[in-house]
């Protein structure tokens, strides 16, 4: 079955550093893949789309990777900033738009 | 642009009554809509998929007679919860896709925290 992880539940990093979130996936093929920031008691927010056919995409303070032979997604905030704090969902996305969550990481960004 | 608006953000309500949600797009049309159910510190379980003008696809557990969801035009889709029990608390999300482009981003309510006492 399809299944998907992200790398840890918790993520803390002193501000001013990069923080790197993992997204694997196994028994997929999926057409693109999407990272959403989620804020408690909110849905979630849509951050960036990566297609299989891409290798990287950039979004000012945002990137994302995608190696489809690894089956994995690297999401990376660089200069991070206490308002980055959130939980961040990578989603795969297949047919008729319908998605995969992985159950999230949250991060922490400490002052 | 591209907003879903989904009310209400909150409901409580006692057990074996029943509970609509309702998720507009507000400015866009939505031939496409989502529903989901998360549970705390857990990510978002899809329930099922509303098509305007068809009938829901249910995923696998989900009861459709338990989950009534409407979509009957492209701007909204409505889940109720009949009969809804204390283990029927949870948060209810919705997603939009614009008609057309299922390869865009997923449009996501803001949620309602339904709870059953």
């Known amino acids: 079955s399809q299944k998907i992880e992200q790398n840890s539940e918790a993520l803390n990093i002193q501000e001013g550093k990069t923080a790197t979130l993992t997204c694997n996936y196994t028994?997929?093929?999926?057409?693109?893949l999407q990272w959403y920031r989620q804020d408690p008691g909110r849905g979630p927010v849509f951050l960036l789309l990566?297609?299989?056919?891409?290798k990287e995409k950039r979004k000012e303070r945002l990137k994302v990777t995608f190696d489809t032979t690894l089956k994995q997604s690297l999401f990376h905030i660089t200069a991070s900033q206490p308002a980055d704090s959130a939980t961040y969902l990578c989603?795969?996305?297949?047919?008729?738009?319908?998605?995969?969550f992985g159950d999230g990481t949250t991060l922490t960004v400490k002052p | 642009g591209a907003v879903v608006s989904q009310h209400p953000s909150r409901v409580i309500c006692k057990s074996g009554t029943s509970v609509k949600i309702e998720c507009r797009s507000l400015?866009?049309?939505?031939?496409?809509m989502f529903w989901y159910r998360q549970f705390p510190k857990q990510s978002l379980m899809l329930m099922a998929t509303?098509?305007?003008?068809?009938?829901?696809?249910?995923e696998q557990g989900v009861e459709k007679d338990k989950f009534l969801i409407n979509h009957a035009s492209l701007t909204l889709s409505t889940l109720t919860v009949t009969s809804a029990h204390p283990e029927d608390s949870s948060f209810y999300i919705c997603?939009?896709?614009?008609?057309?482009?299922?390869?865009?981003?997923?449009?996501f309510g803001n949620g309602t925290r339904l709870t059953v006492t």
């Open positions: 997603s939009a896709v614009s008609a057309g482009s299922y390869n865009s981003p997923l449009h």
């Open positions: 028994n997929y093929s999926p057409a693109y």
């Open positions: 990566i297609r299989e056919n891409e």
């Open positions: 989603a795969l996305v297949g047919n008729a738009g319908k998605s995969t």
């Open positions: 400015d866009f049309q939505a031939t496409t």
């Open positions: 509303s098509n305007e003008g068809s009938k829901a696809t249910y």
